[in-house]
């Protein structure tokens, strides 16, 4: 594709991707790919609309599996459970994540109009692989849950997408990635740190991170985000300096901030992030000692237009 058709597609594309908009082929994917059926699959969208979350705590109660704590037994469950299906199916359909989508694509055309090699890691659904790919870049999905890459591979075929799909991290080769997409990850992993370093060994010299984190949001709608890792809310030396990853640009509440990756980092750290992104930064690390005031405001946001898959 051309990059001057790339860069009008990036701008004029809605962010609410073509697959999210056919409530009758999502809900038939999901009994498809789950071994539900569709009506079962409605009433468990339409509990997960009203009350987002209750899937996966739902299904973390079944089988024991202690809220906001980090364990083999929730390893195995990522892998396995279909709870994710709904919980990512109606995030994806806010607001606020089809914005952060939207804001990405553009940053990515304002870097240059040339197609990059992007990875996005932990990318569940693939919508936000469905939706680069759609506007010209080439990429790489990975994802741990079974079932979330079944639905996305489906997607993929759909839109008839060029899209690899990572089956092993491990195959992943040093510097091959221009830009790498990590959304609603770290937050749920042990060691955010060795993840951040392994990831950005995928960058090439002067790519970009672009990540979302909420650390600080321990809700009962968010039942695998890790007490354990509150610590690293509003963190850029921890997490990402000692990677050689400075922030370059991002939103006010880092959804998204963006990291350039600079071996040594000397020029990078003469060219300050806009004050959006500082200025979040001071209000995320108060995140770290007191989670509710951002707790409220981030469920307000994430559910205040949750797109009903059925009436």
């Not at 089988?63 to 704590?69: D, E, L, M, N, V």
Request: overall charge positive.
């Amino acid at each position: 594709m051309c990059s001057a058709v790339m860069t009008t597609l990036a701008r004029d594309m809605a962010p609410f991707v073509e697959p999210l908009g056919d409530d009758r082929f999502l809900i038939d994917l999901v009994s498809r790919v789950s071994h539900v059926p569709p009506q079962e699959v409605v009433e468990r969208l339409k509990k997960e609309h009203y009350d987002l979350g209750v899937n996966v705590r739902d299904a973390l109660s079944a089988r024991g599996i202690k809220p906001f704590r980090w364990s083999d037994e929730l390893e195995t469950f990522y892998a396995e459970s279909d709870a994710f299906l709904y919980e990512s199916l109606v995030w994806n359909r806010t607001s606020l994540k089809n914005d952060m989508r939207r804001w990405i694509a553009a940053h990515l055309d304002g870097i240059s109009d040339a197609p990059k090699r992007v990875l996005t890691f932990g990318d569940g659904l693939g919508f936000d692989a469905f939706y680069l790919a759609k506007v010209g870049h080439q990429v790489t999905y990975f994802d741990v849950s079974e079932r979330c890459s079944s639905f996305a591979q489906s997607i993929f075929e759909r839109g008839d997408l060029d899209i690899r799909m990572l089956a092993d991290p491990a195959d992943l080769s040093a510097k091959s990635f221009d830009v790498v997409i990590c959304l609603d990850v770290l937050e749920h992993v042990p060691d955010p740190a060795s993840l951040v370093k392994w990831l950005s060994e995928a960058l090439r010299e002067g790519g970009r991170m672009i990540v979302h984190a909420p650390f600080f949001f321990l809700h009962r709608c968010v039942s695998t985000h890790l007490k354990s890792n509150r610590k690293y809310s509003g963190d850029v030396r921890r997490l990402y300096r000692l990677c050689d990853l400075y922030p370059v640009d991002g939103q006010f509440f880092w959804n998204p901030i963006v990291f350039e990756k600079r071996s040594g980092g000397a020029k990078v750290r003469s060219q300050r992030p806009p004050f959006r992104v500082t200025a979040g930064k001071g209000l995320l690390t108060f995140g770290r000692f007191w989670s509710l005031p951002f707790n409220t405001i981030t469920r307000m946001i994430a559910t205040a237009d949750k797109k009903q898959l059925v009436r």
